[in-house]
């Protein structure tokens, strides 16, 4: 079991950043890596993904404006939030992809982004 911890949320004013984190307690190289959302009375989205290999896939809503990476030495994923805009409030929760091998995948609890004046 690989449990994965969130961190960097907070209140951002509309047009600020954030950066946020996935630590894993474990190896997730082998995982492509995700990025959800789920604002108040909406389901959760996929915003960003990063493959194993390093590709990244993004939501139309904040393709130029997020960037996902990941740090395999330290079991760590990355969202960077730029220009950041009301409609971007949520929870924002990663994933380790283990569809691959007909597994469920690995949660975290989220972090909150609000991004209010």
């Known amino acids: 079991q690989v449990q994965l911890v969130e961190s960097g949320g907070g209140l951002v004013q509309p047009g600020g950043s954030l950066k946020l984190s996935c630590a894993a307690s474990?190896?997730?190289?082998?995982?492509?890596m995700g990025w959800n959302r789920q604002a108040p009375g909406k389901q959760r989205e996929l915003v960003a993904a990063i493959t194993s290999s390093g590709k990244t896939n993004y939501a139309d809503s904040v393709k130029g404006r997020f960037t996902i990476s990941r740090d395999n030495a330290k079991n760590t994923v990355y969202l960077q939030m730029n220009s950041l805009k009301p409609e971007d409030t949520a929870v924002y929760y990663c994933n380790a992809d283990r569809s691959y091998w007909g597994l469920a995948d690995y949660w975290g609890q989220g972090t909150q982004v609000t991004v209010s004046s």
């Open positions: 474990a190896t997730i190289s082998i995982y492509a």
